[in-house]
């Protein structure tokens, strides 16, 4: 009984010592493994069901500050962005100027960097003006100069913005020049007397010009080719120092380039003539890679020598077709008719084509027997959707011969595909030809020693539009440019615009000396009295009154300026015969 009750009554049990603290030690692995199961399986509540405690929220993304409003600005352009400036004149450069974020005040321009002898006031754009026009002036004798890169600057408060374009100083229509080498450019090229004949321009603008020239002691003359960078200068890129020459194997017997022309490919071809001992002067053609190299996949290692017959055979023309075949003109000493039109097509590998004439050949007696008959200048023409193919020189008067594509003459060309009649002189000879922008044919020479031009219709008729200024007949325009001594035309061709440019020679006074000659035509045939001195630009170039000869004429388009000029080739005679080369303002 005592035991029960102490046992059961409270005041009798002794005090009681306080549970143990519960043990910090980490669960098991196994424990935790558990809970983690039974929270997947939704049981992480109590016997009652109760919900586990919600998730923790994580802290809120900072707010990034506001984007800083953008700062007042504004650019330039120039829409226009090449400006030509007349020598003594000025040009008017309009640049235009876009505002943004609330910019709204005026802003100050000025030209920086500009050529010599060029200059332009500031001028401002008002508040809210789109634009304004920046005046260059180029002083009388600013020197011409290449397109010179000028800077735009815009300024307004601390604001400053700038564009960029170019500015050119030109000369007047028909003045050398002089940002070409600085004008003027003399150039020897052999030993003794060079002869030029031939110039043509590359699709980057650079200047090929061909003839005959003495390069050694132990040569006789040989072909010579020449380039300079599009600007003047020798090219050192090509050939040896810009110069090139080519014999063909024939000993210090002559050779002799007459023309030349540059294909779609970019190589380059030279004819002329080659003196091959036992059958005289034949036809020779060289083609050169764009270095200068000759192309040793051109007929025999660059060059091809054709005879028409046992004698004397020149080439004196050369010109490319579309499809790569080429044709080259001149002339054939035959036993029975004297000198005849001569013409031979090549295949691009240098091969004589067989589908043209005989056997790539064409001979066409015109005269009588023992007259000289040459072709100096070669065009294609387009009749009825066909190509033809036109051939004009002569001694003794312009005579023409058109061609269908397989070398026969063309019927349909005044009399049997042959002119041979239109100034009725004994002296004469047509030297270069053009077809014009309305088809027509339009041709440059000689008559009695006098610059002669003539334009024929697509039939061989005189066009009877052309020439009727100065007492001229229809169809013909004679230019005297001196009325008591010679004068010769030796090249020609056509502007955009359809205006002619003339190139050759005339003699000073009552002497023998020469100077270059370069004349410009209406479209109708009258002088352009806008171009050098009414029509006529004479440069001499030899002192002393030493003679100076323009032979050969082509434009050289250039996208920087933007312009056309013509390029001018020739001879100048110091202490003997030397390449001229100069370029024309148009």
Same mark, same amino acid.
Request: net charge negative; proline share 6%.
């Given at each position: 009984?005592?035991?029960?009750?102490?046992?059961?009554?409270?005041?009798?049990?002794?005090?009681?010592?306080?549970?143990?603290?519960?043990?910090?030690?980490?669960?098991?692995?196994?424990?935790?493994?558990?809970?983690?199961?039974?929270?997947?399986?939704?049981?992480?509540?109590?016997?009652?069901?109760? %919900? =586990?405690?919600?998730?923790?929220?994580?802290?809120?993304?900072?707010?990034?500050?506001?984007?800083?409003?953008?700062?007042?600005?504004?650019?330039?352009?120039?829409?226009?962005?090449?400006?030509?400036?007349?020598?003594?004149?000025?040009?008017?450069? $309009?640049?235009?100027?876009?505002?943004?974020?609330?910019?709204?005040?005026?802003?100050?321009?000025?030209?920086?960097?500009?050529?010599?002898?060029?200059?332009?006031?500031?001028?401002?754009?008002?508040?809210?003006?789109?634009?304004?026009?920046?005046?260059?002036?180029?002083?009388?004798?600013?020197?011409?100069?290449?397109?010179?890169?000028?800077?735009?600057?815009?300024?307004?408060?601390?604001?400053?913005?700038?564009?960029?374009?170019?500015?050119?100083?030109?000369?007047?229509?028909? @003045?050398?020049?002089?940002?070409?080498?600085?004008?003027?450019?003399?150039? =020897?090229?052999?030993?003794?007397?060079?002869?030029?004949?031939?110039?043509?321009?590359?699709?980057?603008?650079?200047?090929?010009?061909?003839?005959? &020239?003495?390069?050694?002691?132990?040569?006789?003359?040989?072909?010579?080719?020449?380039?300079?960078?599009?600007?003047?200068?020798?090219?050192?890129?090509?050939?040896?120092?810009?110069?090139?020459?080519?014999?063909?194997?024939?000993?210090?017997?002559?050779?002799?380039?007459?023309?030349?022309?540059? +294909?779609?490919?970019?190589?380059?071809?030279?004819?002329?003539?080659?003196?091959?001992?036992?059958?005289?002067?034949?036809?020779?053609?060289?083609?050169?890679?764009?270095?200068?190299?000759?192309? &040793?996949?051109?007929?025999?290692?660059?060059?091809?020598?054709?005879?028409?017959?046992?004698?004397?055979?020149?080439?004196?023309?050369?010109?490319? +077709?579309?499809?790569?075949?080429?044709?080259?003109?001149?002339?054939?000493?035959?036993? $029975?008719?004297?000198?005849?039109?001569?013409?031979?097509?090549?295949?691009? @590998?240098?091969?004589?084509? %067989?589908?043209?004439?005989?056997?790539?050949?064409?001979?066409?007696?015109?005269?009588?027997?023992?007259?000289?008959?040459?072709?100096?200048?070669?065009?294609?023409?387009?009749?009825?959707?066909?190509?033809?193919?036109?051939?004009?020189?002569?001694?003794?008067?312009?005579?023409? /011969?058109?061609?269908?594509?397989?070398?026969?003459? @063309?019927?349909?060309?005044?009399?049997?595909?042959?002119?041979?009649?239109?100034?009725?002189?004994?002296?004469?000879?047509?030297?270069?030809?053009?077809?014009?922008?309305?088809?027509?044919?339009?041709?440059?020479?000689?008559?009695?020693?006098?610059?002669?031009?003539?334009?024929?219709?697509?039939?061989?008729?005189?066009?009877?539009?052309?020439?009727?200024? @100065?007492?001229?007949?229809?169809?013909?325009?004679?230019?005297?440019?001196?009325? $008591?001594?010679?004068?010769?035309?030796?090249?020609?061709?056509?502007?955009?615009?359809?205006?002619?440019?003339?190139?050759?020679?005339?003699?000073?006074?009552?002497?023998?000396?020469?100077?270059?000659?370069?004349?410009?035509?209406?479209?109708?045939? &009258?002088?352009?009295?806008?171009?050098?001195?009414?029509?006529?630009?004479?440069?001499?170039?030899?002192?002393?009154?030493?003679?100076?000869?323009?032979?050969?004429?082509?434009?050289?388009?250039?996208?920087?300026?933007?312009?056309?000029?013509?390029?001018?080739?020739?001879?100048?005679?110091?202490?003997?015969?030397?390449? /001229?080369?100069?370029?024309?303002?148009?």
């Amino acid at each position: 009984m005592t035991e029960f009750y102490a046992s059961h009554h409270p005041a009798a049990l002794p005090a009681l010592k306080p549970p143990p603290a519960p043990s910090r030690r980490p669960w098991p692995a196994a424990a935790l493994a558990l809970g983690a199961l039974l929270t997947a399986c939704g049981g992480g509540g109590g016997s009652d069901g109760a %919900a =586990p405690p919600p998730a923790p929220v994580p802290p809120s993304a900072p707010v990034p500050p506001p984007a800083p409003t953008p700062s007042p600005s504004f650019t330039l352009s120039v829409p226009a962005n090449k400006a030509i400036v007349w020598q003594g004149d000025e040009a008017t450069v $309009t640049v235009n100027v876009e505002r943004a974020n609330g910019f709204a005040e005026a802003v100050q321009l000025a030209a920086q960097e500009l050529p010599g002898g060029v200059s332009a006031g500031a001028v401002s754009v008002p508040a809210g003006a789109a634009s304004a026009a920046l005046k260059l002036q180029a002083a009388p004798t600013a020197p011409h100069s290449l397109p010179t890169t000028v800077t735009v600057k815009g300024t307004a408060g601390t604001l400053s913005a700038t564009q960029t374009m170019t500015a050119t100083v030109r000369g007047k229509p028909g @003045d050398v020049d002089t940002s070409f080498g600085g004008g003027i450019n003399v150039i =020897p090229v052999g030993l003794t007397d060079d002869s030029v004949r031939g110039v043509a321009v590359q699709s980057d603008g650079k200047v090929l010009v061909t003839g005959f &020239a003495v390069p050694t002691a132990a040569s006789g003359t040989e072909f010579f080719l020449l380039r300079t960078l599009r600007d003047g200068g020798l090219d050192a890129s090509f050939g040896t120092g810009g110069k090139v020459y080519t014999g063909f194997n024939n000993g210090a017997a002559s050779d002799e380039a007459q023309a030349v022309a540059v +294909q779609a490919d970019g190589k380059i071809l030279v004819a002329g003539a080659s003196d091959q001992g036992a059958t005289g002067y034949d036809f020779a053609l060289a083609r050169y890679n764009a270095d200068g190299s000759l192309d &040793a996949s051109f007929g025999t290692g660059g060059r091809v020598v054709t005879a028409f017959g046992p004698q004397s055979d020149k080439a004196y023309a050369v010109l490319v +077709q579309p499809d790569g075949k080429i044709l080259v003109g001149g002339e054939s000493v035959q036993a $029975t008719t004297g000198g005849d039109f001569a013409l031979a097509r090549y295949n691009a @590998d240098g091969s004589l084509d %067989a589908s043209f004439g005989q056997g790539g050949k064409v001979l066409t007696p015109i005269g009588e027997f023992g007259a000289r008959e040459a072709i100096y200048g070669l065009a294609l023409q387009t009749v009825g959707g066909s190509t033809r193919i036109v051939a004009v020189g002569g001694e003794g008067d312009f005579r023409v /011969v058109r061609y269908t594509a397989t070398g026969q003459p @063309d019927a349909s060309f005044d009399t049997g595909g042959v002119v041979k009649t239109v100034f009725g002189g004994v002296i004469g000879a047509a030297r270069s030809v053009v077809i014009t922008t309305d088809n027509k044919i339009a041709i440059a020479g000689h008559a009695d020693h006098d610059m002669a031009v003539v334009r024929l219709l697509p039939d061989g008729a005189l066009d009877a539009s052309f020439g009727l200024t @100065d007492f001229d007949l229809p169809g013909k325009r004679i230019v005297a440019l001196s009325s $008591t001594n010679w004068d010769e035309a030796t090249a020609l061709v056509q502007q955009e615009d359809g205006k002619l440019l003339i190139s050759g020679w005339v003699y000073s006074g009552n002497s023998s000396s020469g100077d270059t000659a370069l004349v410009r035509l209406l479209a109708n045939g &009258a002088l352009d009295h806008s171009f050098g001195e009414h029509g006529v630009k004479r440069t001499a170039v030899a002192a002393n009154g030493k003679n100076d000869q323009g032979r050969a004429l082509v434009l050289q388009p250039d996208s920087r300026v933007p312009t056309v000029r013509v390029i001018q080739a020739g001879e100048a005679n110091g202490s003997d015969h030397d390449l /001229v080369l100069m370029r024309h303002w148009l």
